[in-house]
């Protein structure tokens, strides 16, 4: 990785708008003393360098070697201090902490009245927009002043702020659970990918409910409702409970369409929640809702009313971009699934810093995989060996060796014999490290190392053999994981009926139910 990656500060300064950069430049110029300082003149270097180059800005020996960590540590905290002050950052939840620091230093001046009105105010904000975390703080700050300024209503204020805390602080204490939970499963999941065994699921299932809390559902909030959902939806993908997934994911975003108001107010949640909604209709094969769903996405995230964010706009870019190239799979529309690649692949580097390594590697699998469906195999083995060759990805396990075999998979199709004995040997031993070798992947390397001694004329009865081999494990509670990362089922298919992938899937896709229901309810409209 390159050392401009790793700035810090100059990721700082070239994440900065054409309108912050000139709020910085008011912000700073407010005093005439900072008009020639040395942390103007690094932000100059860096807003106008392409790369971080720390032996240009010492050459100027306007700033020596001694004063640059300084210099650099004094520019990144008056950018911070910068964008706090500027009217597009001013959401919700800073404007609720900026009249608790109001009410902080009214209470050090003895203004003690003054305080609690402005902390008055900022509570009924926090209560209406569900920020309990937020609320806990005034509700504590209130007690100090309330301690100190002794009122004729103070046993009815005594009983009220004691009341407010307890019920808060237990509300904390539930979403703090739930959320370590969520986060622990997510962990788990990143990490090995779903369930392999029976052994597995027990220690998953034992794991979740030690950790799960007491609930009393009648009382929880939006807050405590969607760390919930979040935590039955992750427990749900790791033991390959699709359906449970699309129950859950399906409350979580009806909150948000239901209050439409929390969409500007928790964005990442909105965007979190339609991803894993559509990623349980992707697995359960319902095109018709995940188009509706998509689409409805698509439209909201366009609209002008919303004032998104960069970290909004990263993971929107994610999302719909992943879930638009999913759409494909579904129905094996593989060569209009392919026309995205280009467009997606040409905004990479603008999201580079945004969005993190395993994501980039998910879009590679996904392209690879458009790819093989399309029948072009030796794109797909370029995008596969982006992955394979990625020393550094520690995470999801299960996507490293899906790769691998879909390497072995794509090279057998391309006609490149040369490499299919080495590639044969590394892939059985890396499956064989990371625990993977699997009944569905023990057939496949077999079925493969033994299609060199097998004749042309026997060719189409050995594909019909690991097919019906294959197909046994197809509604396998453990082995049938496999197929959630390579549709193994429909390739041997087309070899057999001598067709393409796509075709295959797109007949399975219009005998489908969905299809059926969906072109069932057109005819009649």
């Given at each position: 990785?390159s050392l401009d990656q790793k700035d810090n500060l100059f990721l ?44 240009s800005i010492l050459k100027s020996k306007l700033i020596s070697k ?231 996405l698509k439209m909201t995230m366009a609209e002008s009313q919303y ?219």
């Amino acid at each position: 990785m390159s050392l401009d990656q790793k700035d810090n500060l100059f990721l700082l300064v070239k994440s900065l708008t054409k309108s912050e950069k000139r709020q910085f430049k008011l912000y700073v110029g407010r005093l005439g003393v900072n008009s020639d300082s040395k942390f103007l003149y690094l932000f100059g270097k860096l807003d106008k360098a392409k790369t971080y180059d720390e032996q240009s800005i010492l050459k100027s020996k306007l700033i020596s070697k001694q004063q640059l960590a300084n210099v650099k540590a004094h520019l990144y905290k008056q950018i911070l201090i910068s964008l706090r002050l500027s009217p597009s950052h001013q959401d919700m939840r800073l404007q609720i902490r900026e009249q608790l620091d109001f009410a902080t230093i009214l209470y050090h001046k003895g203004l003690y009245t003054q305080g609690l009105k402005v902390l008055g105010k900022a509570k009924e904000i926090a209560f209406s927009n569900e920020e309990k975390n937020l609320a806990f703080e005034i509700v504590e700050m209130e007690k100090i002043i309330e301690s100190q300024y002794i009122t004729r209503s103070i046993t009815s204020r005594v009983d009220e702020l004691t009341q407010q805390a307890e019920k808060l602080s237990d509300d904390n204490k539930l979403v703090s659970k739930l959320s370590n939970l969520s986060l622990q499963l997510y962990g788990i999941f990143l990490k090995t990918g779903y369930v392999k065994n029976e052994e597995e699921s027990q220690w998953i299932t034992q794991y979740f409910n030690e950790r799960f809390p007491a609930i009393d559902y009648r009382q929880l909030g939006l807050r405590e409702r969607i760390w919930l959902y979040k935590v039955k939806l992750w427990y749900g993908f790791l033991l390959q409970d699709f359906l449970s997934c699309y129950r859950y994911a399906y409350k979580w975003v009806d909150l948000f369409y239901t209050t439409p108001k929390l969409i500007n107010l928790h964005p990442v949640f909105y965007l979190k929640g339609n991803n894993y909604l559509l990623e349980t209709l992707l697995l359960i094969r319902r095109k018709s809702q995940f188009d509706t769903i998509l689409d409805r996405l698509k439209m909201t995230m366009a609209e002008s009313q919303y004032n998104w964010d960069d970290n909004v706009k990263a993971l929107s870019f994610l999302y719909l971009n992943l879930n638009s190239i999913n759409r494909h799979f579904i129905d094996g529309t593989f060569n209009e699934g392919m026309l995205l690649i280009p467009e997606i692949e040409s905004k990479f580097s603008e999201f580079s810093n945004r969005i993190d390594e395993h994501h980039f590697m998910t879009f590679y699998y996904k392209f690879a995989s458009l790819n093989f469906g399309a029948g072009n195999n030796k794109a797909c083995i370029t995008y596969l060996d982006k992955i394979i060759s990625n020393k550094s990805l520690k995470l999801r396990e299960d996507l490293l060796c899906f790769a691998r075999v879909l390497n072995l998979v794509a090279h057998y199709e391309a006609g490149d014999d040369y490499h299919i004995e080495s590639l044969l040997k590394s892939t059985y031993k890396f499956l064989i490290k990371m625990n993977e070798l699997h009944a569905v992947q023990r057939e496949m390397i077999k079925f493969i190392k033994g299609l060199q001694d097998i004749y042309p004329q026997d060719l189409k009865k050995a594909f019909t053999s690991l097919h019906a081999t294959l197909k046994t494990f197809e509604n396998h509670p453990y082995e049938r994981r496999a197929f959630l990362y390579l549709d193994i089922i429909s390739w041997l298919e087309s070899k057999i009926y001598n067709t393409s992938i796509q075709e295959v899937i797109k007949a399975k896709y219009l005998e489908s139910s969905d299809y059926l229901k969906t072109h069932q309810s057109k005819k009649k409209s």
